[in-house]
T-cell receptor
Framework: DVKVTQSSRYLVKRTGEKVFLECVQDMDHENMFWYRQDPGLGLRLIYFSYDVKMKEKGDIPEGYSVSREKKERFSLILESASTNQTSMYLC?????????FGPGTRLTVL | AQKVTQAQTEISVVEKEDVTLDCVYETRDTTYYLFWYKQPPSGELVFLIRRNSFDEQNEISGRYSWNFQKSTSSFNFTITASQVVDSAVYFCALSESTSGGSYIPTFGRGTSLIVHP
């Protein structure tokens, strides 16, 4: 089975800090993506990447950036964290007919 | 307009009742994939089923069954004889091909299922 790991399960940061959320897969899937999950809103796509150094904006990219220097690693960056970025962040990978998700990072911005 | 609509925000049942979670999707693609995930309180998304657009066969796995109907763009999920351990949020998702050829899922807002003992 594909394993997707995220660097932290829980994270607490202060407003204005730069935050890195890392996601690593142990298979060779091209597509990786980041979602945030908020009550009542479901999962919303922030960014996705279909290859190394390639990225596409999702539905809510504002306030976020991403980096994919290696195929197995996809990082989500909050340049200057704000309280409205407090959320659950889920990383996923997909092939053409399958998809897997990491355990999630619950980020709190104070 | 939402691409994936889960009209039921929350469902509450008593153990052993049957329950159906609805999912309606919207797409212009002829090739797409539909998924159901379970999210327990721990937060991890647990994969339940994948169905491609060319396979309209219903599927049964133990107490779980899925009814895929392209004519009504629906992919409903039924739990038979529900148990307390079924309590979770359930998400339906649609994967369509992007302009780059990737398949990126779009999720519904989820249905919270509460099963009372």
């Amino acid at each position: 089975d594909v394993k997707v790991t995220q660097s932290s399960r829980y994270l607490v940061k202060r407003t204005g800090e730069k935050v890195f959320l890392e996601c690593v897969q142990d298979m060779d899937h091209e597509n990786m993506f980041w979602y945030r999950q908020d009550p009542g809103l479901g999962l919303r796509l922030i960014y996705f990447s279909y290859d190394v150094k390639m990225k596409e904006k999702g539905d809510i990219p504002e306030g976020y950036s991403v980096s994919r220097e290696k195929k197995e690693r996809f990082s989500l960056i909050l340049e200057s964290a704000s309280t409205n970025q407090t959320s659950m962040y889920l990383c996923g990978v997909s092939g053409w007919n399958e998809q897997f998700f990491g355990p999630g990072t619950r980020l709190t911005v104070l | 307009a939402q691409k994936v609509t889960q009209a039921q925000t929350e469902i509450s049942v008593v153990e052993k009742e049957d329950v159906t979670l609805d999912c309606v999707y919207e797409t212009r693609d002829t090739t797409y994939y539909l998924f159901w995930y379970k999210q327990p309180p721990s937060g991890e998304l647990v994969f339940l089923i994948r169905r491609n657009s060319f396979d309209e066969q219903n599927e049964i796995s133990g107490r779980y069954s899925w009814n895929f109907q392209k004519s009504t763009s629906s992919f409903n999920f039924t739990i038979t004889a529900s148990q307390v351990v079924d309590s979770a949020v359930y998400f339906c998702a649609l994967s369509e091909s992007t302009s780059g050829g990737s398949y990126i899922p779009t999720f519904g807002r989820g249905t919270s299922l509460i099963v009372h003992p």
